[in-house]
């Protein structure tokens, strides 16, 4: 059988950074391809080049769909042909009924009358088609997510489909639900629908798939067909992680001292859905001057772990003790927390890290503006010191401490996050994704500042998707899944397939039974 | 710590030296531009001490209101009641003084209280209960223009204490000697008031400059201030060869200089447009974001009733009308002087001048005798307009 859809020699770049390398990728009708790689190895990216998302033109290489080749301008063009991606944010209107939602945009009418009639007839026809029973006037907001994301596809259905891409669609559905949707998948295999599965979850994989492609740094590094050869679990695992060490990492001069944080049996529940418990009784501790690396899947409950410790700024029902240099504290406000030492690096600079129509001045010393203040009114050349000063030792890019946050690159505005964090004068900093977005060089910066920090006698957590990143910089890395520590490892005998392995390890454990990842608000970018 | 600062080539520097003040200082040009327009087309009249002196009077409760208003909306709020809270407070404060004697003094703390505690139960729903404030104040718009109502039974009530009165259509005492029609106290108060402007400036210049901080050109400065002083000092000999500084421009302008001063250099000031630039950023750095909202909305209801009570002194009376459609100049003085609808953005000085540039056109549009129906549209525009240029400077 000839291929349905094939991408030839496809590469694509976003401002010098090469997302996709000559990648080939094939998928039969009837065939359920599964597309497997870390957080960033280029999954999505290839998928929005298959759906027109990044336009014909903005990438090299050739998409061959059912026989010609194709120049999608935008999503409009490949769902004419059939091909219909269902993203991991569920895209539905919370508000309308399951029926306005799977004809949102053209919906069967007569005159541009609506046919309500029409409507109910279809949906009820794809809802029983997926197997989802409910009525059409349901509203999505009164249904689990496992029940949307089955309205998600029976949306795609009511277009005509020949190829279903489904970008983690098990991350945040129960075992039930899980299993109820692979089963539709295998069902669409038989009417000979071409599906792309993306899943961190390679159970799952191995359970449907029919051909896996492994992707690593943006390259195809291994293909499997899974009728031809017994699926190998370290052998994918492998793949995924096994990279040459392209970044380099600054020499360290490690001097570790006495426990300055300690976390124990620590528990935090959902603030939406308080019945479900984020972070499961964990404990965790850091030393003057160790760096401890957070490894974990997106969602595994790292950043909210996180922030549950800065002065609970996530989290409802939180317990658990936090020592501080050996004595119990509490800290039940972010200025509770700052006082004590704490300092929390937030993931998203941007929305969560900067006042990004404030300048570089204001940004820095916004956490601290007590030391320029006193008697609370603000000494202006003691605050403009104190910025130049950190725009000077942090090498900060910028025109001069007047200018607006918002015009930085993302390293310099990284480096503005932490002056302001670095001025509270912190005996525990916590960086969450400290490298995200940022080019290497700004990112061996990072890595400079984070290694005089430890030196200087603080202790530092890093929360990073990037494994390499954590085996370059961390005395420790503590890996996180599903709310719970299922792993640790020195720095020195820690490597990518032994993290992953712990974490595929634990996924299987708990099977998909725990209700984990996408939902829990705030991780994903 | 290093000293150093950034030295850019030359003409950069000046280039965006220009640039930035021509931003900061554009509104006031504008507001220079619409006095000498209707200066000239009303032959003169605008600018008469009589006139003049007028002005201030019409417009120090829109001024005052502002004030608080521009905190709001820096925090990303709006306040649609301060119109209906000053009518009611006007209200109250005739029934205190006039139906039960009270002296005025406490009928004045009573009612600034009054004010606060009606900012502090809208701030709460809008701080602790994240209920948009848009809807919290209009529910407060419609609640104190019916109580205002129930509280004069329909009636008009007055007149105040000769005492109270003063508030707003007194004048400074005058201790000097008077030279024919010139009042020399206030004269003397105006050319203290454009040295100390001046002395202020010059001293915080040099200061920046011995830490080596980099100031505008010397020859800009010195424009800029003998410009600041000849205006101070042309105004008050104007208002002082009519009748001497009135009352609420004292008042009023120590209220600028201390919103100014709050905004600019303190710490709560800081915060503020913090909370108005990224809450979540804000409350991430451990900013009380919650507690600062509600405390903008109880300085916002003491001025309302401020302004209230200056609105009241001044007719005399209080009538269930006093205060309706105040909030809609109030807010538009904000926007006119640059604050962002947004929040994070605007200045008390902005405020200001865009209180007094609606003041002017309304003055200026009446002694020209357009109806009122034309002065809305137009003020309607400029709003439009003054906004317009705003965004699209952001943009450039």
Redesign the interface.
């Known amino acids: 059988m000839t291929a349905m859809l094939e991408m030839r020699n496809v590469s694509k770049s976003f401002a010098g950074v090469q997302a996709l390398r000559d990648v080939n990728f094939s998928v039969r009708a009837g065939q359920i391809h599964a597309l497997v790689g870390e957080n960033g190895a280029g999954k999505s990216t290839l998928m929005k080049v298959l759906s027109g998302v990044y336009p014909h033109g903005s990438y090299e290489g050739t998409i061959i769909f059912e026989g010609e080749e194709r120049r999608f301008r935008d999503i409009n063009d490949s769902e004419a042909l059939g091909i219909i991606i269902i993203h991991q944010e569920l895209a539905l209107i919370p508000l309308m009924s399951i029926a306005e939602n799977i004809f949102l945009s053209h919906p069967p009418s007569k005159f541009g009358v609506i046919d309500r009639d029409e409507v109910y007839r279809r949906t009820r026809e794809l809802l029983a088609q997926v197997g989802l029973k409910e009525s059409p006037d349901t509203l999505i907001t009164d249904l689990g997510v496992g029940k949307q994301q089955l309205v998600e596809i029976a949306k795609a259905l009511s277009k005509r489909v020949r190829m279903l891409i489904l970008d983690e669609p098990t991350a945040s559905l129960n075992e039930a639900d899980s299993a109820a949707l692979l089963e539709r998948l295998m069902a669409f295999r038989e009417q000979g629908i071409g599906s792309i599965l993306i899943s961190h979850k390679l159970n799952e994989v191995a359970k449907v798939a029919d051909h896996i492609t492994v992707l690593r740094d943006g390259r195809t590094v291994d293909s499997i067909d899974c009728h031809a050869e017994p699926i190998q679990e370290d052998r994918i695992i492998r793949s995924m992680v096994n990279r040459d060490m392209a970044h380099r990492f600054p020499e360290r001069n490690v001097k570790i001292g006495e426990p300055v944080l300690d976390v124990e049996n620590w528990s935090v529940y959902h603030p939406i859905h308080p019945e479900r418990q984020v972070i499961k009784n964990v404990s965790f501790g850091v030393k003057r001057g160790e760096v401890v690396g957070i490894a974990g899947l997106m969602g595994a409950g790292r950043t909210e772990f996180a922030m549950s410790l800065?002065?609970r700024?996530w989290g409802t029902n939180i317990s658990g003790i936090i020592r501080l240099e050996g004595r119990e504290i509490a800290l039940p406000?972010?200025?509770a927390?700052?006082d004590a030492g704490l300092a929390?690096v937030?993931e998203d600079r941007k929305?969560?890290?900067?006042?990004?129509?404030?300048d570089v001045r204001?940004n820095i010393t916004?956490?601290s503006?007590?030391q320029v203040?006193p008697s609370?009114?603000?000494d202006?050349?003691a605050e403009?010191?104190v910025a130049?000063?950190y725009r000077?030792r942090m090498r900060i890019r910028c025109?001069?401490v007047y200018q607006e946050t918002g015009q930085l690159s993302g390293g310099n505005q990284q480096k503005v996050v932490l002056s302001?964090w670095l001025m509270t004068d912190p005996k525990v900093l916590i960086l969450d994704e400290p490298t995200r977005g940022i080019d290497v060089g700004a990112k061996y910066e990072i890595y400079c500042i984070i290694n005089e920090l430890a030196e200087a006698g603080r202790g530092v957590v890093v929360i990073s998707s990037e494994m390499p990143e954590l085996l370059g910089i961390c005395d420790r890395i503590c890996v996180m899944n599903d709310g719970a520590f299922v792993g640790e490892f020195k720095g020195s005998e820690a490597t990518q397939e032994k993290i992953m392995r712990a974490i595929m390890r634990n996924e299987r454990s708990i099977g998909n039974a725990a209700p984990a990842a996408a939902e829990m608000g705030g991780s994903q970018p | 710590?290093?000293?150093?600062?950034?030295s850019?080539p030359e003409e950069r520097r000046h280039g965006s030296f220009i640039k930035n003040n021509l931003r900061n200082y554009g509104m006031l040009m504008s507001l220079v531009a619409i006095m000498l327009f209707f200066q000239v087309v009303t032959g003169g009249t605008l600018l008469q001490p009589l006139n003049l002196t007028n002005l201030v009077l019409q417009n120090s409760y829109i001024v005052i209101m502002a004030l608080g208003m521009l905190l709001v909306i820096v925090t990303g709020h709006i306040d649609l009641s301060v119109g209906s809270v000053a009518g009611f407070i006007g209200a109250v404060a005739a029934l205190l003084m006039v139906t039960y004697k009270v002296d005025y003094t406490l009928a004045f703390i009573a009612c600034l209280a009054l004010g606060a505690a009606i900012g502090a139960a809208q701030g709460y729903w809008v701080a602790y209960f994240k209920i948009p404030s848009f809807i919290v104040t209009l529910a407060g718009m419609l609640v104190f223009k019916g109580l205002a109502l129930a509280v004069l039974q329909g009636q008009s009530l007055g007149p105040f204490p000769a005492t109270f009165q003063k508030l707003s259509s007194g004048f400074i005492p005058e201790l000097l000697p008077e030279a024919g029609t010139l009042h020399p106290t206030s004269m003397l108060i105006g050319a203290l008031l454009a040295l100390g402007l001046v002395y202020a400036s010059a001293k915080g210049r040099s200061?920046?400059q011995s830490?080596g901080?980099?100031v505008e050109p010397y020859g800009f400065f010195l424009g800029k201030s003998i410009v600041l002083a000849c205006a101070v000092l042309y105004f008050t000999y104007l208002i002082a060869t009519y009748r001497g500084l009135p009352n609420v421009l004292v008042i009023m302008s120590a209220l600028i200089a201390l919103y100014g001063f709050v905004t600019r250099?303190?710490?709560?000031g800081?915060?503020i447009?913090?909370v108005g630039?990224?809450a979540?950023?804000?409350?991430?750095?451990?900013?009380?974001t919650e507690r600062l909202t509600f405390l903008t909305f109880v300085n916002m209801g003491v001025l309302a009733a401020l302004a209230g009570l200056v609105f009241a002194a001044r007719l005399n009376t209080a009538t269930p009308k006093a205060g309706l459609g105040f909030e809609l100049d109030v807010i538009a003085a904000c926007f006119i002087g640059g604050a962002s609808a947004y929040g994070?953005?605007g200045r008390v000085g902005g405020a200001v001048v865009g209180a007094m540039i609606m003041g002017v056109m309304n003055n200026g549009m009446s002694i020209l005798g357009i109806g009122i129906d034309y002065q809305q549209v137009i003020k309607g525009l400029v709003l439009l307009g003054a906004v317009c240029i705003d965004v699209y400077n952001q943009r450039r």
């Open positions: 800065f002065g700024s406000s972010v200025a927390a700052i929390y937030t929305q969560l890290g900067l006042i990004l129509a404030d204001k916004l956490a503006l007590d203040a609370r009114v603000i202006d050349i403009l010191k130049s000063d000077n025109a001069d302001k | 710590m290093t000293d150093k600062t950034v850019l200061r920046e830490h901080i980099e250099r303190t710490v709560i800081r915060q447009y913090a630039g990224n979540k950023a804000a409350s991430l750095s451990g900013i009380k994070g953005v």
